[in-house]
């Protein structure tokens, strides 16, 4: 899920090989122009946020809420704070209602010192969060107990690797087409699209996977 990208050569790609779709971010919502035949999911800046040292802003997280209902998103991410257990945990019992009422399903953004208890029940989709090496280091864990599940900041071919051989179900970045078509990153993506790069034979095994 390249994150808010409506280049030509994205809407190339994803009619020709698929598995393409959009993290839609509540910042970016007013320039983002859907397309019935592109899946898409909605961010809710959490992150962005945090990385910037700015306050979250609640409003446009909901305002995005209600544009996109009428859209379908494939899953909606209930506000969270990055690295916060409890204060995510908080945020869920305040946002998810709003989610819920929508008819769109809820993702979860797992935090660091989160465990597999702390997942709600009714959240659809495990949204893999936290700071970088959290995020890594609990990933098996996180694939290996849920049926749905999604990993943030995905930005190098050798992660798709691990996270398609754990079974994870989308990831998102922002890197994917940064540097243009001729990019280190997107030559490698298109030929993981193509199904022409290999898939590990032993599912689990990821220890050759450089960090």
């Not at 995005?64 to 257990?85: G, Q, T």
């Not at 869920?92 to 989160?114: K, S």
């Amino acid at each position: 899920m390249p994150a808010n990208h409506s280049s030509s050569l994205f809407h190339y790609l994803q009619g020709r090989y698929g598995n393409l779709a959009w993290l839609v971010w509540p910042s970016a919502r007013r320039k983002t122009k859907l397309r019935p035949w592109v899946p898409f999911a909605l961010d809710n800046d959490a992150y962005s946020a945090w990385s910037k040292g700015r306050e979250w802003d609640g409003q446009a997280w909901y305002e995005l809420l209600v544009w996109a209902v009428s859209y379908k998103p494939l899953w909606a991410l209930v506000p969270d704070k990055v690295a916060d257990r409890r204060e995510t945990l908080r945020l869920w019992e305040i946002y998810y209602p709003l989610v819920a009422n929508a008819g769109i399903p809820a993702a979860f953004a797992v935090q660091d010192g989160m465990t597999i208890e702390d997942v709600p029940k009714e959240a659809a989709v495990v949204f893999v969060g936290g700071t970088t090496d959290w995020k890594w280091g609990t990933l098996a864990a996180w694939a290996q107990s849920f049926p749905r599940v999604h990993v943030g900041r995905v930005n190098e071919v050798y992660r798709l690797y691990e996270c398609a051989a754990l079974g994870v179900e989308s990831v998102d970045g922002t890197g994917w087409f940064r540097d243009g078509p001729d990019g280190r990153r997107i030559k490698p993506m298109i030929e993981w699209l193509k199904g022409q790069t290999p898939i590990p034979p032993n599912p689990r095994q990821t220890l050759w996977l450089r960090r």
